[in-house]
Every structure is written in structure tokens, then in C-alpha cells.
């Protein structure tokens, strides 16, 4: 793994956010952790997922029903994957650490794995943002190139038709290959994990088996093994391109940057902030009913300046990080709709798949 450091010396772009953004919660006398909105996400989200799954294991509709099931499945599991998981992951879902931490097994409960998450999420994404060989969520060669300093291969001119299908297996392949990947290699991409605890090897097993009974043995016991195949990949398929989607149009689109790090030691010349404004784009902000479904992931640059508030202030620290960023003359990169922000994810894709 490289040496990545930041030029963190003189860090006056961040200092002034976060005396701006600290008055902000001082103010208005407000918590920087999840309020009753969000509660009431987990309430409506999780009841609405373990419904449909009990819809479709033990009463089982018909065919048409039952597919189009198994999409709302998928879409709300993506939704407390985006809702829950990932503030709790951060500690921003609640003031109270237990919550959090309870919380954060929903991941467990979607098939993946929390320890490993906090380590390839809030370590190394949001440290190394866009940084091409540290970065795991821009790691995707040589199956799809998503950056200038990634090898281009021929295969890569058809990228930007061919990456919605590998979107669409990416839950699959997380749960299924890329988790045991990294926990038999204790390696995240270049990252090593030095410290598995072992509770934490108790948790990675028990959740894993828990999700071959319910989501594989017993559906094939209830419904058949055809029917579960079906199911199961339409399901992932609803919730491996939401994720997918949603990710990627926070940091492989057209406007923002990426930093090469196939060397040994690289020199960052941005403050820490900055890299972040840089490497991040918002999509959407206006859109009542995408901001809700993504949990605020539409603000991302907001988040990826302070992933320990909660989503649900985003709206309002938006606009206190596009004045600050005015004021330093650094470009908020901000896509007005969904469509546009996916538009130019596919074109960046179609751009870095020429030679
Ligand atoms: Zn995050």
C-alpha cells in the first residue's frame, strides 16, 4: 500500500467549515446524531422488508406478484442499507453507542458484514477518496477501468454498457465472494486488517450462516429451487444496481478528480477537505423523495466533510459548505437531477473506455 499524506499544515478551508458548521448545531440547539425522522426510517423500513420477505416465503403469491416482490425487496433492503446501516456504521444513527452498534448489524441482516464494512468504508474511503490503489470502491479492474491511471484494456470500449449488468451482480458478488475475500485474506483491497477481534469472527459467522438459512435453505424448502433462483437474483438485481448507482454517482462522474497512488509514497498538495470537495459530487438535493430513499447519500460531499452528522442535517449544512467553498474558490460539484449526475457517470465511463 502507498504512503498517502495530505498537506494538512495549513488547513484553513476546513477550519473555517467547521466553525461555521459547529455554530450551526450550537444555534439551533441541535444534536448532530439521528433525530425521530430517522427512527421512523428504521420503523417503516425494516417491518416493510421482513413483510414482503414473509409475503413471498410463506404465503406466495404468484409469478408476476412474487418477481415484482422480490424488486420491492431488494430496493428496501438498499434503502436501510442506505438509511440505517450506513449512519450507524459512521455513529451518527444515535447519540448513544449501543444503538449504533446494534444498528449497524443490519448490514449483517442484508448478508454483509459490518466489521469489514467500517474498515473499507469509514477508513479507507473516506480517507483516500478517489485514490486509485488505495481506494476499494474504484477497484474494479480489470473488469471495469474507473479512472485515467487504471490500464485500459479493449474490452473497456464497451464499459458503459456492460458495467449495468456487473452493478447488478455487485450485491451478490459482495456478500457471496468479496466478503470472504477479505476476511480469509485479512485484506481490504491493499489494506491489511491487522486486528480481527474475536467476537467479531463469532459475529462474521453466525450472520453468514444466518443468511444462507434464510435468504438460500429456507426459501428453496418453501418455494422450490427454480422459483428461489429466480427470486433471489431479481431481488439482487433491484439491490445490487440501486447501491451500485448511488455510489457511483458520488465520485465517478465527470467533474470530480483522482489521485494516482501506484507509487510507493504520494504527496496529497490539498488539505484533507479539499481532497474531499474534489473527489465528491451531490445529485438531487431538491428532490424530497430521492433524499429520502438514499438517506441523504445525494449529499455527499456534505457527508464526506462530516460523516459523523447525520444525514438528516445535510440539507441545511449544504449550504454552509457551497458558502465557505465560494469564499475559498474551490468548485462544489452539484448535478441538479438524478438523471443528469447517472448521464455523466456513463459518459465518464464511455470516455475512460476509449484507448
Ligand atoms: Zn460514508
Redesign the pocket.
Known sequence: MAKVTFNNKNSVFYDSLKTRVDAYFKENHLKRTGNFHLFFKALVLIPAAVGVYYTLVFIQPAVIPSLLLCIVLGLTLASIGFNVM?DAC?GSYSSTKWVNDVMSLSLNFLGGNAFIWKMK?NVIH?TYTNVDGVDDDIAKMPLIRQCSSQKWMPAHRYQHWYSLGIYALSSFLWIMVMDYMKYFSKKVYTTPINNIPVREHVIFWISKILYIGFYIALPIYMVGFLPWLTGFFVMHGALGLTLAIVFQLAHVVEDVSFVDANAPVVKIEDEWAIHQVKTTADFATNNKLISWFVGGLNFQIE?HLF?KISHVHYPAIRLIVKDVCDQHGIKHVDYPTMGSAINSHFRFMKFLGKK
Open positions: 450506513h459512521h468504508h473516506h457527508h460523516p
